[in-house]
């Protein structure tokens, strides 16, 4: 019987350059079960095909035209508790990206339309 190839593992440095993503947030993502990982010691190694698929969501979480939670505060005079508070009900829609909240620009034209704050 024979056995299939192991395949080429990654380290974490070499997916933080890859995804364009700090260090922290990957290992955040590996201890959150986001991106499958094996711990040797005190190095992680992830399989390059579990690392393709995770750099290509980061790339599309990247490429997310929207508008972070500060900016929001900026646009319209709400408190940054208040906004976690609509995003945590899904009042507003919003995609996490590592820390933050990515608020896409047409979804929140949408909730301000909804809240009747701007004319149509």
């Avoid at 440095?13 to 986001?34: C, F, H, N, V």
């Avoid at 010691?41 to 399989?47: A, E, L, P, V």
């Amino acid at each position: 019987m024979s056995q299939e190839s192991p395949g080429k593992y990654l380290t974490l440095k070499e997916i933080s350059r890859l995804a364009l993503t700090p260090y922290a947030t990957i290992k955040r993502d590996i201890e959150a079960a986001i991106l499958p990982a094996y711990k040797v010691g005190r190095k992680y190694f992830i399989r390059q095909e579990d690392a393709e698929v995770y750099c290509a969501k980061r790339q599309r979480l990247l490429a997310i035209d929207g508008y972070t939670i500060r900016e929001i505060m900026d646009i319209i005079p709400l408190s940054y508790a208040f906004i976690i508070e609509l995003i945590r009900e899904g009042r507003l829609p919003a995609v996490k990206v590592g820390r933050q909240y990515k608020i896409p620009k047409e979804q929140f034209k949408q909730f301000l339309r909804e809240m009747k704050l701007e004319a149509k």
